[in-house]
């Protein structure tokens, strides 16, 4: 499934620092363009860039856990005999001299007009960073930066951190909705976060496992809040 392809060549196509950051990897071992990580602008623009975000964190943090290592690969699926180039291109990141800033900059642009896809980035970092039981502070500025730069604002960020932080939270939160909404208009909402987050709509538009499987864990997350409501409200 991995083909071997120039680093530096499919790095000058993408641009920016996640094109340098590929461009790197030169003479080393890319994924195939069909069947691999590297299967398409989106795809390269996602996952390199989930990649280069989490090195940053892992970098911000001060210590990479080995929960953390498992939990990436959770999100970033790697053959086990590629392992070691996942391993170098995340190095490589941490490494760079730019900041995290211009690769949240250049995922927020390539997906400008697709917030649930920038979402998808924000919960696999979510994801990553509280592997070790806790989301440290550097790690929430980290996060909270991460997802000013994608567009989102307070409220939006709120509700995306409620389906990751345990702490006592309210559904509405998550759902993004208001608890004053009626039945009618709360279902008619549930209807629309579903739609948006299936995964099917991931695999349509041919991204990557990586954004399948969040895509999966954040359904789950608004089908539990919606489960609270409706107990909460005695809807059927």
Partial sequence: MWGKLGGAGLGFAIGGPI???????????????E????????????????IALSAKMAKADGVVTNDEIAAFRQVVSVPDAEVAH??????????????????????????????????????GLFHIAKADRAIHEAERRYLAEVARI????????????????RVPTDPYVILGAERGWSDEELQAWRRK????????????????????????????????????????????
Avoid at 150 to 165: K, L, M, P
């Fill in 35 to 50: 069947h691999g990580l590297f299967g398409g602008d989106a795809e390269i623009v996602f996952t390199t860039g989930l």
């Fill in 193 to 236: 976060l579903v739609a948006e987050n299936h995964p099917d709509r991931q695999i349509a538009l041919g991204l990557p496992a990586e954004a399948v499987g969040i895509a999966t864990q954040r359904l789950a997350a608004i089908n539990e809040a919606w489960d609270a409501i409706r107990l909460e409200r005695g809807l059927r």
């Fill in 19 to 33: 094109g340098a950051l590929i461009g790197a990897l030169a003479g080393h071992v890319v994924v195939d363009s």
């Fill in 86 to 123: 996942v391993t170098r291109l995340f190095d490589l990141a941490k490494q760079t001299s730019a900041g995290f800033e211009a690769y949240a900059g250049q995922v927020a642009e390539h997906f400008r007009g697709k917030p649930e896809l920038l979402e998808d980035v924000l919960d």
């Fill in 150 to 165: 994608f567009g989102f604002d307070a409220r939006d960020y709120a509700r995306i951190e409620a389906r990751h932080v």
